[in-house]
């Protein structure tokens, strides 16, 4: 069966692992494996909080009054795991004087903005969900994480193989797209539905720091964690426009002829997600203009498309994108042909 609830974490296990294991990076190997320790005990939280949210309909929420405006508070955690900490920043607040408080703050206005102006979608549940956020979380920790019941999780880092996971507009929007396929596409954490719920999050995050950075198609650098890797990990996490490459630990494929089948880490899922990461790319490159006016539109809708199941594959998500763009442009368009031409390239599609 596939595992529908494990922990969508921005940093892969099996990365965690390997960097634990390399001897290049004794002093900081404790703060990974504290990090893989800490992962895996709040998995059974995590679980608990979406199965809850998958056996609800979606139409049950109420749609609020204050469409159109986001609902943000920031707590810091000081360093705990448990207690959600002391709130130091609500909506329409200040700045304060720490510098991870008022980034998270920012990371979850510019994705709001984001999904409500291009998408028509208020917040991740689409019915004005607040957004929460837990800054300072654990000590050294090496990671951020969306815990499944309307939270973002923020560590520090150690320092040296991460930095503060605030400073990423894109590690926002990633982990805050984990919340939306949650309510939308439902895609089970395992095998191929579980790498297209992890590039579905790290397209929409690349979209989101894209657009507020006033970026074009080829303006972009298409690299996923860029802001909070360390010297030993640059110049990213990885890299949508060449996979594989973003550093040396990097074993992303581009192409299904590079796909992995494992155990480890839900069958893949963060390295998988290398193959539709790349179409999306390509299809966005191929339409030019912003990442945001087409691309990431026709992806929105394949996600909310009826043919898309929580157990889908690569192929029946790459048919639903090539379904939406035909719908709207026409099935002869360059829009649909961009977009089945980029399935082709990286050989999902025939």
């Known amino acids: 069966m596939g595992i529908r609830h ?16 390399d001897g290049s990076f004794n002093t900081k190997q404790k703060a990974a494996l504290d990090t893989l320790t800490l992962d895996a005990s709040v998995r059974h939280a995590r679980a608990q909080n979406l199965a809850s949210t998958s056996a609800q309909p979606l139409t049950l929420r109420g749609v609020v009054s204050s469409a159109g405006k986001p609902t943000r508070s920031i707590y810091d955690m000081k ?11 609500a909506e329409g607040q200040p700045a304060v004087n720490d ?16 999904y409500w102006r291009v998408l028509q979608r208020d917040s991740i549940d689409g019915a004005g969900m607040p957004i929460v956020g837990l800054v300072h979380y654990g000590t050294d920790y090496d ?5 499944g019941a309307g939270h973002m999780m923020f560590g520090d880092g150690d320092g040296e193989l991460f930095t503060g996971f605030t400073k990423s507009i894109d590690v926002i929007g990633h982990e805050l797209t ?3 396929t949650q309510y939308t596409a439902r895609l089970v954490y395992s095998g191929q539905s579980g790498a297209l719920n992890e590039s579905i999050s790290d397209c929409m995050g690349s979209v989101i720091k894209q657009r507020a950075n006033g970026q074009s198609v080829d303006k972009a650098d298409w690299l996923i964690g860029a802001d909070v890797v360390g010297a030993k990990l640059k110049p990213a996490l990885r890299s949508m426009k060449a996979p594989g490459t973003a550093n040396k630990y990097d074993r992303q494929p581009a192409t299904m002829d590079g796909y992995v089948k494992t155990a480890d880490d839900n069958g893949g ?3 998988n997600s290398g193959i539709p990461n790349r179409a999306f790319y390509l299809a966005a490159a191929a339409l030019g203009g912003n990442s945001w006016d087409k691309a990431a539109p026709i992806w929105y809708a394949a996600m909310r498309d009826p043919h898309v199941t929580p157990h889908s594959s690569f192929r029946r998500f790459a048919l639903a994108t090539v379904r939406q763009a035909s719908q709207v442009y026409g099935a002869a368009s360059p829009e649909a042909l961009a977009v089945q031409g980029a399935w082709k390239e990286v050989k999902v599609l025939k």
């Open 99 to 114: 510098a991870a408080v008022n980034e998270a703050y920012d990371g979850f206005g510019f994705t709001y903005d984001f």
């Open 269 to 271: 899922v963060h390295t």
């Open 6 to 21: 494990s922990i969508a974490c921005f940093v892969p296990p099996d990365l965690l692992k390997e960097l634990m294991l």
């Open 178 to 180: 984990h919340g939306v």
């Open 143 to 147: 990671n951020a994480f969306w815990d």
């Open 79 to 89: 360093n705990g795991t448990t207690d959600r900490g002391t709130l130091v920043r």
